[in-house]
């Protein structure tokens, strides 16, 4: 018969004989997903890569497999290497991390990254600035906003010079009318002072009205400094909205050389991702 001692040993034993199965089962599933992952990074089956890497894999094992960016750097380097042999009229511009890579269409004058490839998606995409740039200047936004810059320039130069012409009538206008009571104050006397402050008071009246017109045309003029600091403000603007039109439309031009229009673009990378996805499947 046996004893309540021998029966917990044996209900121990056989707890542990479980524990050991179990874990047994998870460590040779983890080795088989280990092992599949190892082989199809040997084979490049790059589809298997993902699947294996982002969906099967614990995220403890991602991070120690990864601890010196050995899969981040596999995957980039994967990914260069299709994006050369596809579109090998693409340079690689800027090493944004590990996992994020910046690319321009082209050489020319104003070399700029224009897409950005992602590999833990993995996705390649058009930067949104970007876009948004080559859609304004499809739509003639450009030319719109640089009109609408170059008549506020127009309408400053127009009011600057105005103002000066109308402050030096105003200013003659002013000085006539404080000679005029200057001279009256001198004929002032006792006998003719009431007759001289009641012109004065008219003299008093005009000088308010013009000096009052001559307070709404300085702000056109204002110092020189500022006045030109305006004028430069308002000139870079303009070169700058026109150089950064001149990018968009040579870009848009070698986006139709090499695929024919901007939604043929789209369309090309995401059949590169996809094709990148099936390589090496079998």
């Known amino acids: 018969m046996e004893t309540p001692e021998k029966k917990e040993e044996l209900q121990a034993d056989t ?7 179990s874990a047994s089962g998870v460590l040779g599933g983890l080795m088989g997903q ?31 497999s990864n601890a010196n960016h050995e899969i981040d750097n ?13 579109f090998p009229f693409m340079i690689m511009r800027d090493v944004v991390s590990p996992v ?48 609408e810059l170059q008549n506020q320039q ?3 130069d127009a009011k600057t010079i105005a103002a000066q012409s109308e402050l030096r009538e105003l200013n003659g ?4 009318q404080e000679k005029l009571k200057a001279d009256l104050e001198e004929t002032k006397s006792f006998m003719n002072r009431k007759k001289v402050e009641e ?9 308010k009205e013009l000096k009052q017109q001559r307070s709404q045309w300085t702000p056109f003029v204002g ?4 006045g030109e600091s305006q004028k430069i403000e308002l000139a870079n603007r303009i070169a700058n909205l026109s150089l950064e039109q001149a990018i968009a439309i040579k870009e848009l031009r070698l986006i139709k050389k090499r695929f024919g229009g901007l939604e043929e673009m789209d369309a090309a990378l995401e059949i590169f991702i996809k094709d990148f996805l099936n390589r090496g499947a079998e």
Do not use: C
């Not at 707890?15 to 199965?21: I, N």
């Not at 998606?121 to 936004?141: F, H, S, V």
């Open 223 to 226: 110092d020189q400094l500022s």
């Open 154 to 156: 127009d309408d400053f």
């Open 34 to 64: 280990i092992r599949r992952l190892e082989e199809a990074m040997k084979a490049e089956r790059m589809g298997d890569v993902y699947q294996i890497y982002w969906n099967e894999l614990p995220a403890s094992i991602q991070q120690s």
């Open 100 to 147: 994020l890579i910046n690319y321009q269409i082209g050489s020319y004058y104003r070399d700029r990254a224009v897409l950005q490839v992602d590999a833990t998606q993995p996705t390649i995409k058009i930067l949104p600035e970007i876009r948004e740039q080559w859609e304004k200047a499809m739509k003639n936004g450009y030319k719109e906003q640089l009109e």
């Open 15 to 21: 707890s542990f004989d479980s524990v050991k199965e």
């Open 199 to 207: 012109e004065i008071e008219v003299i008093d009246t005009k000088l």
């Open 74 to 86: 596999f995957l980039t380097s994967k990914l260069d290497q299709e994006i050369q042999r596809t």
């Open 173 to 176: 206008k002013i000085a006539h």
